[in-house]
C-alpha cells in the first residue's frame, strides 16, 4: 500500500466550479510535488514544495493554486478548470531535494465537463 | 532530439520469459537512472535506482546502465502476468534538483499466460 494518500480518488466538476485535491504523507519526508498525468503521458511536473515553501512552479496556469499547510499536507486548489484539464492528478513526496526516490499516492483522477 | 527515449510499445511476451525494456538518453552528464512500474489506474512506483554505469539486481528485476551507449535497460526474469503494466525510465539531472527528473514515454509491457 503507497503511504502518499490523495482523496477524492475521482473528481468530477464543472468549469465554474471551486474544489481541492489533498495529500498526505507521514514519512517524514521534505519534498512534496504535484504532477499531471494524461493517458498513455509520462507524469508532468506542476509544483514542488521544499521544507513546506514553493520551490518549483512549471507554468502552470492560475486556475491552479497549490497549498502545503504543513509538512505532511499538500492541496492543490482548483477554480475555473477547463475540459483539457482533465487528467490524473498525481501526488508525490521525496526524502530530500537530493534524490530521484519519488513516493507517489495513487492519484486523483480528474474530469472537468 | 529527445532527452530521453522510450519505445511506448505495447511490449506483448509469454510468461516465464525473460524481459527486456530500454530507454537511450543524450546528455552524457546524466547520472542517476530510475526505473518506475505504473499499473493502470494507479501512480508510478519506484523499482530501481541506479547511479552511473553498472548492474543492480532486486529479485527477479535487474537494472543496467552504459554510459558509454546511453543506453539503460531493465530486465524481468520469469516474467508474470502480475509485471504486467508501464514500465517508465526516468533520468535525474543532477543532484541538486531531483525535482528535474526526465521522463521516457513508458512502455506498455503485457505478460500472457
Known amino acids: 500500500d503507497t503511504e502518499v494518500t490523495q482523496t477524492p480518488k475521482h473528481l468530477v466538476m464543472g468549469m465554474t466550479n471551486k474544489k481541492s485535491l489533498k495529500c498526505e504523507q507521514h514519512m517524514g519526508h521534505r519534498a512534496m510535488y504535484w504532477y499531471k498525468q494524461k493517458a498513455k503521458k509520462p507524469p508532468e511536473l506542476m509544483f514542488v514544495y521544499s521544507y513546506e515553501k514553493l520551490s518549483i512552479n512549471e507554468s502552470v496556469p492560475s486556475r491552479f493554486s497549490p497549498e502545503c499547510p504543513n509538512s505532511s499536507l499538500l492541496n492543490l486548489h482548483l477554480h475555473a478548470l477547463q475540459p483539457e484539464d482533465s487528467a490524473l492528478y498525481l501526488c508525490?513526496?521525496?526524502?530530500?531535494?537530493?534524490?530521484?526516490?519519488?513516493?507517489f499516492g495513487e492519484g486523483s483522477r480528474l474530469t472537468v465537463l | 532530439q529527445k532527452e530521453v527515449e522510450q519505445d511506448p510499445g505495447p511490449l506483448s511476451v509469454p510468461e516465464g520469459a525473460i524481459v527486456s525494456l530500454n530507454c537511450t538518453y543524450s546528455n552524457s552528464a546524466f547520472q542517476y537512472f530510475m526505473w518506475y512500474r505504473q499499473y493502470s489506474r494507479k501512480g508510478p512506483e519506484l523499482l530501481m535506482y541506479?547511479?552511473s554505469s553498472g548492474n543492480k539486481e532486486d529479485g527477479r528485476f535487474t537494472a543496467q546502465v552504459d554510459k558509454s551507449s546511453k543506453y539503460i535497460s531493465l530486465f524481468i526474469r520469469d516474467s508474470q502476468p502480475s509485471d504486467s503494466a508501464t514500465y517508465l525510465c526516468a533520468i535525474q539531472r543532477d543532484t541538486d534538483s531531483n525535482y528535474q527528473l526526465i521522463w521516457g514515454a513508458g512502455t506498455k509491457l503485457i505478460i500472457k499466460p
Open positions: 508525490a513526496s521525496s526524502p530530500g531535494t537530493n534524490t530521484g526516490e519519488l513516493f
Open positions: 541506479t547511479y
